[in-house]
């Protein structure tokens, strides 16, 4: 992104891994950072000008799409992704200095950290007490500043620093290879292309009639492109009444993409728009690089062809 990012709304408070994505981002790492206590508050500080950028998580590897961010984003917002952040999850189990996994006898942490967890806690603490909390960070911060001798959380190392706790034990995630997909947002602007992109969109229909979303579909199937992720959400206008949330490879500058999503709003009831964006993880910047030699090579064989015209 080529603007000057002056402040950062991020879901907090400080210490989740929401927290960590963003110091991944060296621009946003340097701007005023301000944690907010839900999603919901992340997107409307960005969506009434209080801050410049948003990030919010999206999608967990295990658990799947974070629909908090985006029922948010097709129905609160108006907001367009500025890129994805990966991030590898790996939660600790961390509780007051001193505490031995024995004496714990309840755990507190955001509830898809829980699930991240099943097999661990129901191996090594199976009859203690799970208690949701409204994020990982704040669990950690609960159990600093008001939990008990048998208190613990599971959270990430930042929060362990943060709130003066000890790890009890590293890594307790089922899946080692466990990985949360963050956005960041703005309230205008579309990144240029960078060869490898990702467009996302919400397909909105009069009717729900046979065949509808074989339609939808067919359109990128006509024009080879890849769909990366699909998934219906309800509209919130009654049972039955569903939208379609399409992320696909590609850019809106690149004119097959261009075509298509015209071609879908000619037909359909609304779409919304919600960014075109580099595909995030070291995977895409090593494609990026491909792209731009692949290119350049191409770039040198026309040239070459070139010359040998009359």
Known sequence: MG?????VAFFGPSGTFTEEALLS???????????????????????????????????????GTVTATIDSLLFDVDL????????????????????????ITRVSSYPHALAQ?????????????RRAGTSTADAARLVSEEGTAGDAAIAPKLA???????????????????????VVVASEGIPSATGHDRTMIACFQDADRPGSLYGILGQFAARDINLTNLQSRPTKQGLGAYCFIIELEGHLADPVIRDCLRDLRAHLADIKFLGSYPVGGIDGEVLREEVTAARHAADA??????EHLD
């Open 3 to 7: 603007r000057t990012v002056s402040s």
């Open 25 to 63: 981002q060296p621009d946003l790492a340097a701007a005023v950072l301000l944690p907010q206590t839900n999603i919901a508050d992340v997107l409307d500080a960005v969506a009434t000008g209080q801050v410049d950028l948003g990030v919010v998580p999206i999608e967990n590897a295990i658990e």
């Open 80 to 103: 367009l992704v500025q890129r994805e952040i990966i991030l590898d999850i790996h939660l600790h189990l961390m509780a007051r200095p001193g505490t031995k996994i024995a004496d």
């Open 117 to 129: 967890c099943r097999a661990f806690l129901g191996q090594n603490l199976p009859t203690a007490e």
């Open 160 to 182: 362990a620093t943060l709130y003066g706790l000890e790890i009890v034990a590293e890594d307790v995630e089922d899946h080692a290879e466990n990985q949360t997909r963050f």
């Open 301 to 306: 064989w026309i040239e070459g062809l070139e």
